[in-house]
């Protein structure tokens, strides 16, 4: 986490930048040390805690006090987790260095990133839902201004609002969750604990690390169930699961380095390893795990069908993301936390590589629109390569690192199928996805690299990018291919099996299901065969505007129409409605205060009129004046004292 | 008995009895020279002020005391009917008055002495004040109207004592007619209630209570005492002329009738109606029939009381709202002052009469400061709109500040005497509970409506941009120009320590209130003990 | 021990005096005074458990207090009597932060100095005076005596309407204080106390009748409710904030909206228990009217400090719903939820303020894209806004949260309210910032410039302090726990 | 003498008061003004002396008495009216008080 406050303390430096990737550096060799220290001796871990707000025991809802504390834990998913940001954010820094040489801004940009890794580790780290929603929040204002960085840019400008706002939905459906689970544990808890109310939400109570929910589910099925399926809303606000998946794209506004930190390694992975440590630290009811299995599922098809046709490089990719977060999620919901977490950490490394390749290939020649590249295969060789490796391990072609985890996720999956029929239509829609995925990944490749010159001439002779931006490529190839090898380095696995045990049902790594597997890869196969059919040799396939599939092609492009109808929520709706209560609070409201501010005013004229200045008529008051008294006294008097007696 | 042991309790009234002789006299020796004549005013005044408080029990001054301690609030033996007697309210607002006359005598120290008719100004202004002592020491009901006769008189005189200015003559004009009509009404009062008992001597009156064979006489007798009293206390609906007397007179004689004159009222509600009140709620209802039905005197007439109270601060502040001119705002605003005094009268408890008190001081200075400086920036040449005011406060910081401080006392603002007298009214009226709680709540809304008028003003004068060619700034700039005559820029010293010291006060007696009310309050006591 | 709080006092009043008097070096004493001010909390802060550093024995009840008899007649005792508890104790920090926050911001002022920084001074002074009175004359005295300086603060210093904003507010405010003052008076003669200090008060009114006290709650209520603001009570404070000096607007959303809350927290929820258990619905109802209209009017408004004025009143409303929940989070989120909010959107408006000051104008839709032009600025308008709408490690999400999982304990689902707006707050927040400091220039004259270095040295004290008791909340939570009520170990 | 003859004096000082107000109230004229305040005056003054004859209370001169201070007050007070409309003549040119309105609302 220092590495953050390091960072933003040194921004005004020149070479802040390379401070800033030192520092990742070093939090990079930290975060791997504590994996390796993981892996040698699995388990649990809490570290020393501060309390944050402390409220003393008094009678009430908290009879023996409410304390928030600050502490870290770690275990296998944390410092699975931990490698992954480190490791990816080292990269991703040292790759800026060469890509955003000519921007304006870098300090604050170094210092936004490091913050954006130090929460996004402070978030891994953490060990109690508060602490990690704090973080979660920090992650969600950094990347508000990563994607801003280019705050110029009204579309800039605009889709980091949109990506907060969205993401803040979730996040208030968290927080919520957080409630609910905190009525459940508050004062009763876990065996052996004090209750979440007298040390904080914590996720391990002593040494115990038993789901709470065993010990919890009786009689509060139906309100954990509601929990769960809150803390899934905010899940899918982070990890962009349908339906709040409209920011993700749009978050390609920013610099294509932070889009490969989001997609890989920091904001959308945040979202999906709360699923995880929340279903292996307080666990899920059956309802949730269909719920988020359905989510998971749904999306993966979802997305990838989005990404099939949209011609933007960039925005290929963020579909292909929220596709294989929704495989991840569907792990996660069968219950198989660990083999999620793994697709991530393989995830991880193809996505950034995929990111930082296309991030050259825009370096290079200035535009994201596929339509208009081709045939850069010819001067960009490293990153042709590069996204190629990327592609085949998104495709989940073996023995690319993408195989083996989405493999292992299918599989496990299918395993679940016969206790859980119902998982069927959603296991369908992700197998079906391996098809689209291959497909939409290698047309963005032929579109690119394939031919034998850009389809734009007008675009820049094409170069590659300085080492600094090389190095990472090659390195992340190498993690590409290698990375699904090491579940079978002993050490990994056993951190994988570790941390999984806990969801209840052992996973399985590795070939389990050949036939599967084949079928998988077939898909895979297919997919980039047809890419190559379609879009091949520069081939450009140009759907008939007859063509049956024109409306299908245009919902896509529109991306059913999703965003539309968000911004018509929040501009029209929301907005007109502001107008009329502004409307009312001004004329209605503050209309009646000065009413009678007038009322007062009309009054003083009536009375002053009756001041005529002639004395006769000042007697003629004193008169009435006289009399009226005796109605007071004679009349008005009596009655009232006879009324109320008295007074 | 010595001639000293009869006269010496009046010493007071002796002193200005003789300061009124001596100036008449200069003055047909032709010695009307401001400083003499205003001399011998301010003299007098000072000294039986310093006398009256030392009658108080005010230890620094006891070698002036001349009224044996035991005849103060002395209950009177069965049967007499003593016409005056001394009581410590009594005193108490004989302080008052006192104030009030120095006060203005000092200010008008500094009038342009080319201004004539001084000896007259302060002669009759001496002898108003004459009769308001006289007032305060009354038991005796016509020697109590007589004694309010020589005020008004005086006070007719006195808004026309410059016999040339046609506003001061209408004023006079309209003054008398009004006062005169009142006299008739309390006089056709006093007739009845002596036809019901015999008497009018207040102490038996108080005594009686309603037992007496013709009920419906004493009912009638107080509604038309009411009446007449009312025209002095200015309560609606028998206000009307106040304004534009206040309005026409000049502007010294307008701050000692809004100051001064008109607590002679106060006190007189005081001694004729907490008669019936108290009395009555003492006695329980001994009850007058008209269509059968029997009533309760003392309720009917708190209600009576109540319903005026009300109706005077409302009707008062709300005619002040859109008033363009400074006097008559300030005019309308002291009606509604007077609704406020009303409510300890309703109340009759003696927490409420002390309450009613110290508002009496604090309008004392209050208004008399208020008109007073109104008199000041006039004599800078300022003319009589509001509008006219604008940006004063920034060419005369220090005039200004006063003024501000007089207006935030008048609204009741805290750390001011205007507030403190309004707190401890009100707490009194809650601490009565019953319906008088709504007494309270009316006058604290009616003081929230005050605000806007007199936010009014400071607005225009620290807000607004001074007018160009700003007479005022004449005396801001070369410091102490303007007529040549007035030192102190252009105020003249008189005027100049006047406000000064009214503004001191306000603040001093409003941050530590207990000085003046710890007295009043005993006063107040002994006041409504006696003789229920 | 020294009559600590009757120094501090003397130390405004004379500064006060001082400052007026010194004309065109007022801001050199105003300086001085706020800073012997803000030493002498600390010294007070140091010698109060809970704060750190703090050794020796946990006072019961309230400390430093002072009695000395004021007004003493048959029937009425009036004490100058003060005291502080944790609760006062945080206000006062605010109130002495701010104002030596305000200070340095207005360190620019030319027109009048004197009589400015002499208000300025004099506004904090009161705002101490109701902090630490004991006795409700004193209460009231000074709780009205902050009016006056701000009417002419407004009035004088205030934009184009300022004249009927000043009175506005001064009106609006009197008839409030004045329902209160009745609330009040009744408190004291209807439970019969003996006198008019706290302590009497506070235990004479236990015995009070269940509707009695309800009746009483009711008109204390509407006398804070004014200055809270509640709504439907609110309309004043848009008018007043848009037409104030920048000064002006800090210290009347800093520590006169404060006033509302301290005194319905002091003064009813304390003295009139049932009172409050009885109104309870009712005020929940109003409070979740405040919270959803005040940010669903922030969304409407094109003004930088109009919809600043607008989400103090949603805050305020978050406020009154914590203290309504009558329970001890709830409290300590109320109060957590004030000192933030004083810090925040004196901030806020401070930013919003040189955004005028820079660039002529504070209508959103007509700026844009001053980022470059004013990166100081934005930065500042960035980290407020920030702040406001509950980013953690600033100070408002501690409060917030507090506050929410009091709400949640005590009213179970309903938290969904405050927990939507929340979502609208930060719509309109982070849409402020868009239109304002990023996307196209707009309305940026060539010679734009960056901060004047005392309103970035003001306004950089409350990010600072922001973040700090961001992180940092319990250095708040544990001098506010020491207070007589609760059951907390003040008691 | 009797209730029933009291009640017959009292009708007529009635009858006086009310003409006078009449008066007060209808007049324009400062003098038939101040003529109309007399008569009523009057009935004031004839009810202390039926009242000192008619033995409801302590003693019975008084009321005479009170009657010629109050006789004596009523010269006064017309003197100071008459002195007051005199200038007021001077200045204005009209002993109509309908015309003298210049202070007004």
Known sequence: MIVGFAGTRLERLEWGGWIAVLLSGAAMVVGVLIAIGEMLSPGTYTNVQFTWLHLPPAPGAFPNGLSLVMGTLVDPLSSLMLVVVTVVGFLVMLYSIGYMHHDHGLPRYYAELSLFLASMTGLVLANNLLEFFLFWELVGVCSYFLIGFYYEKPSAASAAKEAFLVTRVGDVLFLLGIFLFFS??????????????????????????TPFLASAMGGHTLLLTIAGLLILGGAAGKSAQFPLHVWLPDAMEGPTTVSALIHAATMVAAGVYLLAITSVFIGFTPADQLAIVAIGGFTTFFAATMAVVHPDIKRVIAYSTISQLGYMVLAIGAGFAMVGLYHLFTHAFFKALLFLAAGSVIHAIGTQDLFKMGGLRKRMRVTAAAFAVGGLALAGIPPFAGFWSKDDILSSVYSQLGTHPDYWPFFLLAFAAVFLTAYYIFRAWFLAFSGDHPRDPTLPEAHEGPWVMQVPLVVLSAFAVVAGLFVFVPGFQSLLLGGAGVAGIPPTYGLTDLGLSAISVGLGLGGIGLAWGLWGNGRVFVLAETSALQPVRRLLLNRYYFKDAYDWIGLRAVYSFARAADFFDRFVIDGTVRGLERMFAAASDRLRSAQTGVVSDYAAYVVAGLLSLFVLLLIVGPYLLARFGGG | MTFSSFAGPFLPELLLLAGVLLIFLLDVLHVSRLEVVGGIAVVATLLALA?????????????????????????????????????????????????????????????????????????????????????????????????????????????????????????????????????????????????AYGT????????????????????????????????????????????????????????YLAGGTKKIGIFAFFLVFLGPVLAVNAVGSSGYGLFGGSVALGPSFQLALGAIAVLTMTVGNVLALLQKEMKRMLAYSSISQAGYMLIGITIGTAPAIGGATLQVLAHVLMKTGAFLVVGAVAALGVGPLISDWRGLGQRRPLLGTAFALMLLSLAGVPLTIGFASKFVLFSAAVAAQGWFVWLAVAGLLNSALSVFYYARVLRVMFF????????????????????????????????????????????????????????????????VSLGA | MLPWLSIILATLAVGTVATFAAGARARWVALATSAIFLAEVGLLLASYPGWPGYSGSLVPGFSDTETYSWISIAWMHVDYAVGVDGISLVFILLTAVLQIATVVYSWGESQRPGAYFGLVTLTCLGCFGVFVSLDILLFFLFWEAVLVPMFFLIGYWGGPNRRYAALKFFVYTHVASIVMLVGLLALVFYSGATSFDFSSVYAAARGLAPVVQTFLFLALFFGFAVKFPIVPFHTWLPDAHVEAPTGGSVLLAGLLLKLGGYGLIRWAVEVLPSGLHSVQPLLFVIAFLTIIWGSVLSLAQRDLKRLVAYSSINHMGIVLLAIALDSSLGLLAAVLLMFAHGIVSALLFMASGSVHHQYGTRDIASLGGITPSAPALSTMLMAGSLASLGLPALIGFPAEFSAFLATWNGLGYWVLIPLVVLVVTAAFYLWMMQRVLFGAKKGVPADAHDLPWYESTGMGLLVALTVLFGILPSLLVNVIVNSPIKGWPGT | MTALALTGFLGLSAALFGIGIFGILTRRNFILLLISIEIAMNAAILNFVYFAAFPTGASGLSGQSIAVVLVGFAATEVAVGLAIVLALNRVKGTINVARATELKQ
Do not use: C
């Not at chain 2, 064979?213 to 038309?224: K, N």
């Not at chain 2, 010291?501 to 006591?525: D, H, K, N, R």
């Open chain 2, 200 to 255: 009018t001597n207040l102490y038996l009156l108080r005594a009686a209570g309603t037992a007496v064979s013709y009920p419906i006489l004493v009912l009638l007798g107080y509604a038309f005492l009411f009446a007449g009293l009312a025209f002095k206390v200015t309560l609606v609906p028998f206000h009307a002329w106040a304004v534009d007397v206040y309005d026409g007179s000049p502007d010294d004689v307008s701050a």
């Open chain 1, 184 to 209: 459940t544990y508050a004062l009763a808890g876990p065996a052996g604990s004090g209750g979440w109310a007298a040390n904080g939400f914590v996720f391990v109570v002593g040494s115990t690390s």
């Open chain 2, 464 to 527: 607004d941009a001074p007018p160009a060619a700003d007479p005022a700034l004449a005396g801001a700039v070369v410091g102490g120009a303007g007529p040549p005559a007035l030192p102190v820029g252009g105020l003249g010293w008189g005027r100049a320590v006047t406000i000064a010291l009214i503004a001191v006060l306000i603040v001093a007696l409003g941050v530590y209130p207990q000085v003046v009310l710890g007295p009043i309050q005993s006063a107040a006591y002994h006041f």
């Open chain 2, 51 to 195: 006398s009256v408080i030392a009658d108080l029990g005010f230890a620094p001054l006891a070698l002036l005391a001349t009224i044996p301690a035991r005849s103060i609030d002395a209950v009177p033996a069965a049967g007499a009917a003593p016409l005056f007697a001394f009581t410590s309210l009594g005193l108490v607002f004989q302080g008052l008055f006192l104030l009030a006359a120095f006060l203005v005598a000092l200010a008008s120290m500094s009038r342009p002495s080319a201004e004539r008719g001084a000896p007259i100004f302060y002669g009759l202004l001496l002898l108003a004040t004459l009769g308001m002592l006289l007032v305060a020491i009354a038991s005796d009901l016509i020697f109590l109207l007589l004694a309010i006769e020589v005020v008004s008189i005086a006070s007719y005189l006195l808004v026309a004592y410059t016999r040339k200015d046609p506003r001061g003559l209408e004023a006079a004009m309209k003054f008398f007619v009004i006062g005169a009509l009142s006299t008739v009404l309390s006089f056709f009062g006093a007739s009845l209630l002596f036809g």
